[in-house]
């Protein structure tokens, strides 16, 4: 059974910073792709950081860039978002989710496997 459990979510002063985890279970990374995902109220869900499993190669939307990096320990399997500079417009529910796959996706339509979500709220 594939399980994902994010946390690390919470309330955070702008400017501030967060590391979100997402713990899998039922199954090994190794072998599959790793998206976090955002959804703010009134807007779809976005892609803000996605990674392969094979070459490490990663994906970050613009609004992030520079920002927020994206890092998997397939020992613990577990995938981290540390989270930078964070800034109002980044507040939503994250979402990380896996699928079967070595190439980076970064749209939610190409992932099968999703955590619950976890809030995070940016505001002073």
């Known amino acids: 059974q594939v399980q994902l459990v994010e946390s690390g979510g919470g309330l955070v002063q702008p400017g501030g910073s967060l590391r979100l985890s997402c713990a899998a279970s039922?199954?090994?990374?190794?072998?599959?792709?790793i998206g976090w995902f955002r959804q703010a109220p009134g807007k779809e869900r976005e892609g803000v950081s996605c990674i392969s499993s094979s070459d490490g190669s990663t994906f970050y939307a613009d609004s992030v860039k520079g920002r927020f990096t994206i890092s998997r320990d397939n020992a613990k399997n577990t995938v981290y978002l540390q989270m930078n500079s964070l800034e109002p417009e980044d507040t939503a529910v994250y979402y990380c989710a896996v699928d079967y796959g070595v190439k980076v996706k970064t749209t939610p339509q190409e992932y099968g496997y999703w955590g619950q979500g976890t809030q995070v709220i940016v505001s002073s």
């Open positions: 039922g199954f090994t990374l190794d072998y599959f792709a």
